[in-house]
T-cell receptor, first 116, second 117 residues
Framework: AQSVTQPDIHITVSEGASLELRCNYSYGATPYLFWYVQSPGQGLQLLLKYFSGDTLVQGIKGFEAEFKRSQSSFNLRKPSVHWSDAAEYFC??????????????FGKGTHLIIQP | DGGITQSPKYLFRKEGQNVTLSCEQNLNHDAMYWYRQDPGQGLRLIYYSQIVNDFQKGDIAEGYSVSREKKESFPLTVTSAQKNPTAFYLCASSGMGFTESSYNEQFFGPGTRLTVL
């Protein structure tokens, strides 16, 4: 069974500073990796995804993530954060099931706080 | 606009009552999912369905039931057997990727917050 670890429960970053959110996964085969963002009381929005190919993937809102197979990691980065980036961030892994997609396994999330 | 709707946004029920949460999608997606979110716990999969009239249990299916009579609808019933039903419930849908290169991401609804009094 797959699993996802997000080691940081809370992260505080000053506005304009760079950001890196960590994600480690455990899965025996090729993982399908996702980062989602959630504002309070809302659903989840997909930031970016990795299926195969280039290990550095670009997403929406200026986010990027790098897949490192040797480290089983898929860390999310942003060069300069804005106050509107304050939210909960979830890393997720999916397993390909013959015939289509099944459920995702999520990490417990990282709460991002932006300091003025 | 295509999307996923969940209703109601807030739901209050007395302990021991069954309650049904609605999820509708007009994205023409084959697969639909229900997740439960608790503070500090991330999302956990309750049930999913890849085709009409068929569904599978997820990691925490006990105390829940679902049906999939129509492609666009996947209601979740929280039964009185669910020991701790107060939570935020999220519905999602995705297309069906029949090859690894066509794996589809999941799209989420706005959620229903259920409080059992």
């Amino acid at each position: 069974a797959q699993s996802v670890t997000q080691p940081d429960i809370h992260i505080t970053v000053s506005e304009g500073a760079s950001l890196e959110l960590r994600c480690n996964y455990s899965y025996g085969a090729t993982p399908y990796l996702f980062w989602y963002v959630q504002s309070p009381g809302q659903g989840l929005q997909l930031l970016l995804k990795y299926f195969s190919g280039d290990t550095l993937v670009q997403g929406i809102k200026g986010f990027e993530a790098e897949f490192k197979r040797s480290q089983s990691s898929f860390n999310l980065r942003k060069p300069s954060v804005h106050w509107s980036d304050a939210a909960e961030y979830f890393c997720a892994v999916g397993a390909y099931a013959g015939g289509g997609a099944d459920g995702l396994t999520f990490g417990k999330g990282t709460h991002l706080i932006i300091q003025p | 606009d295509g999307g996923i709707t969940q209703s109601p946004k807030y739901l209050f029920r007395k302990e021991g009552q069954n309650v049904t949460l609605s999820c509708e999608q007009n994205l023409n997606h084959d697969a639909m999912y229900w997740y439960r979110q608790d503070p500090g716990q991330g999302l956990r999969l309750i049930y999913y369905s890849q085709i009409v009239n068929d569904f599978q249990k997820g990691d925490i299916a006990e105390g829940y039931s679902v049906s999939r009579e129509k492609k666009e609808s996947f209601p979740l019933t929280v039964t009185s057997a669910q020991k701790n039903p107060t939570a935020f419930y999220l519905c999602a849908s995705s297309g069906m990727g029949f090859t690894e290169s066509s794996y589809n991401e999941q799209f989420f609804g706005p959620g229903t917050r259920l409080t059992v009094l």
